[in-house]
């Protein structure tokens, strides 16, 4: 008899736990649906690892971006991201002012970084990889991100977002091989809903 | 220093000098250059690599000259010179020749003082590492400082010098330049004994 009552019991917890169990395999990602604004929270991470070890470490300071998560059809979703290179900041100053000077980003001739996303696909619960064109200098490239969903409420989303770049395609290799060709972005990128 | 020797030149001697004062001379023109204001950034980083290597390579010959006048001995002033210009002439190049390692030496502390923390990566073959200094925006002043001051006295110094050079060759007709640009004139060989093959 008891063993039947404990059939019952465990037979009935499945049955609450099987939808939540269900919401958290299903992509997270759709509950998520909405337009965004990318608050000034984020944090635009970068580095540029030198040869011997040790590297540049920066962020950006100043941008601005919104996107839209298509609840139905993840990949029909949406990202634009800007961000505005006279906002480098590094340990140095000296460093700040090359990178802003026309061997980098030449920020007075080019003072935006943009993105635009091309394709959204949906790798796992929570993560995605997103293609888009990067235009940088006034060169447009193909690159792609890898997204991870860190959380969301009912007006915020907030994911981490890397991706590797590499300079030369935008005509910023100056200083290789003594600094590396790749740019390492980290980004945590905060939502709030709009 | 061993004691001076007086047979002129030799070989090693005076390529080490010309290469020596070939390398010093572009390398003053060179730091000169990138510290321009206005330089392009792009061009500046490079010249700066550029000025790190041969300054390297210029201490590394330095100290090979310091291991020749230590192994063989430094060479005695020309018979020609009169005392006080022999004086001057030893007390002009044993400074010369101290400056050749202090100034690259000091440049080496400035890349290893700087907070840029740059590496020095020696014509992109190999990174020499920094000297075990501390860096901080003082020390790096610091040794900025020394590395220019004791350039442009070595520039100075060495313009006294080739001026003397000069003066002895052009206007003395003295063989203090030649000594520097052929080698010691060899002894003729003995002619061999015994072997009657006259022609
Ligand atoms: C015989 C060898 C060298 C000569 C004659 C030389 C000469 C000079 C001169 C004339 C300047 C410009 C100074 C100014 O106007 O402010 C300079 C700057 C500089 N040199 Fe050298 N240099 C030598 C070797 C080196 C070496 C071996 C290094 C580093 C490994 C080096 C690193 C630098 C740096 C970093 C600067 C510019 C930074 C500063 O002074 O703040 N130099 N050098
Ligand atoms: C930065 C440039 C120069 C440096 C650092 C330099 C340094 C020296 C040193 C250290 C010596 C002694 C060599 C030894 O004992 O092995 C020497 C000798 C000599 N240098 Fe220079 N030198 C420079 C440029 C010149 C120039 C441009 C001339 C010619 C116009 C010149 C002409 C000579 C001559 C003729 C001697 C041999 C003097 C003698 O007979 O004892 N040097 N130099």
Redesign the pocket.
């Known amino acids: 008899m008891r063993h039947v009552a404990l059939m019952v019991a465990s037979l009935a917890l499945g049955q609450i736990l099987l939808p939540l169990a269900a919401f958290s395999k299903a992509p997270a990602l759709s509950q998520a649906a909405g337009t965004y604004e990318v608050s000034g929270t984020s944090q635009i991470r970068f580095s540029v690892d030198q040869i011997g070890g040790g590297g540049i470490n920066g962020r950006f300071t100043k941008f601005s971006g919104r996107f839209r998560i298509d609840g139905r059809r993840i990949d029909a979703s949406t990202i634009s991201f800007t961000l505005y290179p006279q906002s480098v900041s590094t340990q140095e100053r000296r460093m700040e002012d090359f990178l802003r000077s026309s061997a980098v980003f030449d920020a007075d001739a080019y003072p935006t970084v943009t993105f635009r996303s091309t394709a959204v696909r949906q790798t796992g619960d929570d993560t995605a990889v997103v293609d888009g064109m990067l235009t940088a200098r006034g060169i447009t490239h193909r690159e792609q991100f890898s997204v991870r969903l860190q959380g969301f409420n009912r007006n915020d989303i907030a994911f981490n977002v890397t991706g590797n770049v590499y300079r030369s395609r935008y005509r910023m290799d100056v200083g290789t091989p003594i600094y590396l060709n790749v740019v390492k972005f980290d980004m945590d990128i905060r939502g709030v809903r709009q | 220093m061993r004691k001076q020797r007086d047979d002129?030149?030799g070989i090693v001697?005076i390529c080490?000098?010309?290469l020596?004062?070939?390398?010093?001379?572009g390398l003053?023109a060179l730091g000169f250059a990138m510290r321009r204001a206005g330089i392009d950034p792009a061009l500046q980083f490079s010249l700066y690599q550029w000025h790190k290597s041969f300054g390297l390579l210029a201490l590394s010959l330095a100290g090979l000259?310091l291991l020749?006048?230590l192994a063989a001995g430094?060479?005695?002033?020309?018979p020609d010179l009169g005392i006080i210009e022999r004086r001057a002439?030893t007390a002009?190049?044993?400074l010369?020749?101290l400056?050749?390692l202090l100034v690259p030496l000091a440049g080496w502390a400035v890349a290893s003082t700087t907070t840029l923390n740059i590496p020095t990566f020696l014509f992109n073959i190999v990174v020499i590492p920094p000297l075990p200094m501390a860096r901080s925006v003082d020390a790096e002043g610091f040794w900025s400082w020394v590395h220019a001051t004791t350039a442009y006295t070595?520039?100075g110094?060495?313009a006294l010098?080739?001026?003397?050079?000069?003066f002895?060759?052009l206007v003395r007709r003295e063989?203090?330049?030649?000594?520097?640009?052929r080698r010691r004139a060899v002894e003729p060989a003995p002619p061999p004994a015994n072997e009657g093959r006259e022609r």
Do not use: N
Not at chain 2, 20 to 25: C, D, H, K, R, T
Not at chain 2, 161 to 166: D, E, G, R, V
Not at chain 2, 175 to 181: A, I, N, Q
């Open positions: 002129g030149y001697a080490l000098h010309w020596i004062a070939a390398l010093v001379l003053v000259r020749l006048w430094r060479v005695a002033p020309d002439s002009t190049h044993l010369l020749g400056l050749c070595l520039l110094l060495a010098h080739s001026a003397a050079a000069l002895h060759h063989g203090v330049l030649m000594r520097m640009l």
